[in-house]
């Protein structure tokens, strides 16, 4: 008999503790849920639309399972999706509102075509960064102006490619990778890491050739909105010329050092004279 209120006993107390951990997740959702739908910024008049691109950007939207799981642990997840960057964009070139962008770090393709497609509206684009990597400048390549921090640095290398080998590997496991290939297909390389020390001419061949048409693509980009000759990117890229602050500005690569705030304020500046608002009007960021 006392087994029996034991089991039982233990049975109940599992069954309550999981009901308030049920409750106290559910309630960490809704929580998060309304707190996300109060804590959308009102658009006022005369708004700069700043874009703080420091979280991973990904083709398509992440799914409500990750939101979830953000939400479960106290903290919104907050990563950006192509497809929400260029609807915003796409709205703001057409709210009045919005009277410029600024970019603060950047990335990718189809982000810089949308913003291209935002100048076309006539109103400005500014990027600022601390540390611009290679991908992140060629995004705010295409801004009307690009502010570096004082102290900041851009990585301008070119672009590589690199290939990692496992025959060895498999080898101290006595593991045999038999790959069937076709005689003529030595172009399908994908398998020959696991057959093989060292790249292929093949291999070598095509990855150079699809390596330097991406780059042909990027470096004609930056040259043609930086107002640059493809040789002198070209020999700044190869000299490193644009890693230190004044090293870029001298360049051309950047318009301005200055820090973030005397940006903000700048911009603020522009936005009334353009407009002729009234003195002491100061833009929304």
Known sequence: MKQFFKFTLASFLGVLFCTIFVFLVLSGILGSMMTTKESVPEIKDNSVLLISLDK?????????????????????????????????????????????????WATVEEMRQCLADFKTSGKKIYAYGDMMTQSSYYLASVADQIVLN????????????????????????????????PKNNSYKSAGEKYITNSMSQENREQIKTYMSAIWEGVSANIVKDRKLTKEEFERQVSDLQGCLPQDALKNKLVDKLSFK??????????????NKLKEGTKANF
Do not use: C, H, W
């Open 56 to 104: 991973p950007i990904y083709d398509r939207e992440v799914s409500d399972i990750s939101s979830i799981a953000g939400a479960i642990g106290g903290e919104s997840v907050g990563n950006i999706g192509l497809t929400e960057f260029i609807y915003v964009i796409q709205r703001a070139k057409t709210d009045s509102k919005i009277k410029a962008i600024m970019l603060d």
């Open 150 to 181: 004082p102290a900041g640095m851009i990585t301008l290398t070119g672009l590589g490619a690199e290939v990692m080998y496992y025959k060895d590997l498999l080898d101290k496991f006595d593991v045999d990778v038999e790959l069937i290939r």
């Open 261 to 274: 705030t005397n940006l903000m304020d700048d911009i603020s500046k522009e936005i009334v004279a353009q």
